[in-house]
Nanobody, 118 residues
């Protein structure tokens, strides 16, 4: 069982910044993909950003140029730097870990609330 613990959410005004952290109980070298997803009320959970064990990244079009995902393997932690926040970024943000060749290795954190006010 892998544990993912998110932190860093909160209330911020539009245009502001937040940095989310996701601490994993597993060595990040063993995890193929780490990602951040978000879910707004009444909406489906959607991918925000993802980073592979090799450092490749991809982003949702809605956050490109504003959000940056990174990983610190020494700390087993993945970050999401969010700049120029918009009201529509308001959601619960979840950390996700998956190992492609390990059946059932698909874990979620408990989520952290991000609220952007106008």
């Amino acid at each position: 069982q892998v544990q993912l613990v998110e932190s860093g959410g909160g209330l911020v005004q539009a245009g502001g910044s937040l940095r989310l952290s996701c601490a994993a109980s597993e060595n990040l070298f063993r995890i193929d993909n780490m990602g951040w997803y978000r879910q707004a009320p009444g909406e489906e959970r959607e991918l925000v950003a993802r980073i592979t064990s090799g450092g490749s990244t991809n982003y949702a079009d809605s956050v490109k140029g504003r959000f940056t995902i990174s990983r610190d393997n020494a700390k087993n932690t993945v970050y999401l730097q969010m700049n120029s926040l918009k009201v529509e970024d308001t959601a619960v943000y979840y950390c996700h870990a998956v190992r492609i060749l390990v059946p059932g290795y698909n874990y979620w954190g408990q989520g952290t609330q991000v609220t952007v006010s106008s």
